[in-house]
T-cell receptor, first 116, second 111 residues
Framework: AAGVIQSPRHLIKEKRETATLKCYPI?????VYWYQQGPGQDPQFLIS???????DKGSIPDRFSAQQFSDYHSELNMSSLELGDSALYFC???????????????FGPGTRLTVT | EDQVTQSPEALRLQEGESSSLNCSYT??????LFWYRQDPGKGPEFLFT???AGEEKEKERLKATLTKKESFLHITAPKPEDSATYLC????????????FGKGTHLIIQP
């Protein structure tokens, strides 16, 4: 079965640079979520989109923004990168159309961002 | 604020030695409790969803149960390939889309 696709898988940036992470949800999934996972930490919710509109915000810094496009893929834009932004960034997707799978979020393989 | 506490933090078992992982939660209104498996450097892999107290789900050597305050992930006769971090997460809705995760249990199965 098709899974969530994320690109790039690895990204190295310097402080104050910008980065763009991409996420392609499972086909027919209408909701996308972004999470950040620091070393040895649990995933922290950043932001979500439902039907191309922002649905909810978690602990996302103002330097970060995201959007969901007409084909449901999503991009997380990160500016003025700081050393503390180094982490694994996961995208997850879910569908509102299957009542038997309510609220189930399926995660992608992640993008490892290293800020030097 | 939703809270999830998992115990133990780490668990080392011999192959074939059954055990249980605990997930205690505090939420305003549980919409779903989820178990994930995560290997180092990889994304969480979905295992189970539990929606109401008394519900049980099974998959191979794993069985998840749910009460009004906690969930257990029972692992029966584990194999070395079951070694991973097991994450518990809750969703309470109320306008918040994100899952609230516990810190996880790092499980090591020794041959």
């Amino acid at each position: 079965a098709a899974g969530v696709i994320q690109s790039p898988r690895h990204l190295i940036k310097e402080k104050r640079e910008t980065a763009t992470l991409k996420c392609y949800p499972i086909p027919r999934h209408d909701t996308v979520y972004w999470y950040q996972q620091g070393p040895g930490q649990d995933p922290q919710f950043l932001i979500s989109f439902y039907e191309k509109m922002q649905s909810d915000k978690g602990s996302i810094p103002d330097r970060f923004s995201a959007q969901q496009f007409s084909d449901y893929h999503s991009e997380l834009n990160m500016s003025s990168l700081e050393l503390g932004d180094s982490a694994l960034y996961f995208c997850a997707s879910s569908t509102s159309r299957d009542p038997t799978a309510s609220y189930e979020q399926y995660f992608g393989p992640g993008t490892r961002l290293t800020v030097t | 604020e939703d809270q999830v506490t998992q115990s133990p933090e780490a668990l080392r078992l011999q192959e074939g030695e059954s055990s249980s992982l605990n997930c205690s939660y505090t939420v305003s209104g549980l919409r779903g409790l989820f178990w994930y498996r995560q290997d180092p450097g990889k994304g969480p892999e979905f295992l189970f969803t539990l929606y109401s107290a008394g519900e049980e789900k099974e998959k191979e050597r794993l069985k998840a149960t749910l009460t009004k305050k906690e969930s257990f992930l029972h692992i029966t006769a584990p194999k070395p390939e079951d070694s991973a971090t097991y994450l518990c997460a809750v969703y309470s809705g109320g306008g918040a889309d994100g899952l609230t995760f516990g810190k996880g249990t790092h499980l090591i199965i020794q041959p």
